[in-house]
């Protein structure tokens, strides 16, 4: 039996049309040159009667669970969890453009679902990424590590912020950074980058940035952070070395977390433990 057989066979016993097949995206190919594609089945839509019953049936007839994609994307490993995210991004833009901008009329996708063309007017529309910069601040001997009121128990992250339209990445930097902590940024490095599904399709772009000499008083802005502290290097190596964190301060623990492993944040701070320094971007 093809794969094409097996799927209509399935969607047929989930009460769906084979011609949902025909929304799947293409997310990417094997080294053996074997196509992945992605598909929405709605399971999770507000407006489908079954949905719970459902998504009951597709756990029993394929052995699995449903969990919470953000839970899921830091349990995969590295090239199952790009996969994943880049599904959930392309398959959330493309239920979001169905209508063209401009004449109000129906779009439609292409076969790989890499765009979507309006037939009235031609008008092609692309996936969009937005730019976000992470940056961890250090004063040279702590990094400053914040935390938002969204975040889990005892969470503590990078700053973070979207880059506004007309701004370059170091001028995204330094405005983000005095923005939330009131700090002004002396030298800035490039680190890495990642894609992250949420919000939306966002281009994580991590950094490094060391804050003026004797300038590391704090002002907090509280509406967008909850806490920000400087955290020494020891005692951010100790939670990195934690293999289960607890949520609460125990005798002679630092009280706080950081996040998972895969998160670019996470091997930001891991950077700046182990590789003190880096190359500054040019000015």
Known sequence: MSIRHELERLLGKFGQDSQILEDSVLIGCSEQQEAWFALDLGLNSSSSINA???????????????????????????????????????????????????????????VSGSKRVCPSNNIIYYPQVAPVV?????????????????????????????????????????????????????????????????????????????????????QVNLRELEAAAWFSRDEVATVLRRNHPSNQQQSGAVPFRLPPKLAIAHQLIKEWVEKPTCSPLPA
């Open 52 to 110: 719970s019953l459902q998504k009951a049936e597709v756990e029993t007839a394929l052995q699995g669970s449903f969990i919470k994609l953000t839970k899921a994307l830091f349990e995969l490993n590295v090239k199952d969890a790009s996969l994943l995210s880049t599904a959930q991004a392309l398959l959330r833009w493309h239920d979001a453009h169905q209508f063209c901008s401009r004449s109000g009329q129906p779009t439609k996708k292409n």
């Open 134 to 218: 992470i940056t961890l601040v250090s004063d040279g001997t702590r990094c400053l590590l914040v935390r938002q009121s969204s975040f889990p128990k005892g969470m503590y992250s990078a700053l973070a912020g979207f880059c506004d339209i007309g701004e370059s990445l170091e001028e995204t930097v330094r405005r983000e950074i005095a923005e939330e902590v009131g700090l002004e940024v002396d030298r800035l490095h490039y680190s890495a980058s990642q894609h992250w599904p949420f919000p939306h399709s966002t281009l994580m772009i991590a950094c490094h940035a060391t804050v003026k000499p004797g300038q590391t008083e704090l």
